[in-house]
């Protein structure tokens, strides 16, 4: 399970020009769903998300986590982050989780994570969806549960 973390001032997803979710400060999650992964490998990288250290303490340093600053959470499906791009110039998206397992773990992940954090917001699964941000450093990492 692949989650892309992006610190924000504010961020958005919208579907047909409506907005279907958003957050003030907090963590933009672009969450990538691959074929071996598991119930287990959702609460291991919702652990890590909840945990991780990415927002200035008063020293400025990035000593606090989200639940510390109280920050949202916005979740957005994206199944590109999956993709192998080692050959060619085309992505092959053949370690990506098939749509209806892919649902069905984002499905559980964001039930999971709205168990534990408060405030959570989602996009659509597998809709065309706009995403805005203001990205708060830039400050962005890459986690990868196995």
């Given at each position: 399970?692949?989650?892309l973390l992006?610190?924000?001032?504010?961020?958005?997803?919208?579907?047909s020009g409506e907005c279907v979710g958003k957050i003030d400060q907090g963590i933009l999650l672009l969450l990538g769903i691959e074929k071996n992964d598991t119930e287990t490998t959702a609460d291991k990288l919702i652990d890590k998300i909840l945990a991780y250290r990415m927002f200035a303490d008063e020293q400025?340093?990035?000593n606090c986590n989200v639940q510390q600053i109280t920050g949202g959470i916005l979740v957005v499906s994206q199944f590109t982050l999956a993709a192998d791009t080692n050959k060619g110039l085309r992505p092959s998206f053949s370690s990506?989780?098939?749509?209806?397992?892919?649902e069905s773990l984002y499905i559980y992940f964001v039930e999971?994570?709205?168990?534990r954090h408060s405030p959570v917001a989602t996009g659509i699964f597998a809709a065309d969806m706009q995403v805005s941000l203001v990205n708060d450093g830039p400050?962005?990492?890459?986690?990868?549960?196995?």
């Open positions: 399970m692949l989650g992006q610190r924000v001032k504010r961020a958005a997803v919208e579907v400025s340093k990035m990506a989780a098939p749509p209806a397992q892919a999971r994570l709205r168990l400050v962005t990492f890459m986690l990868k549960m196995e």
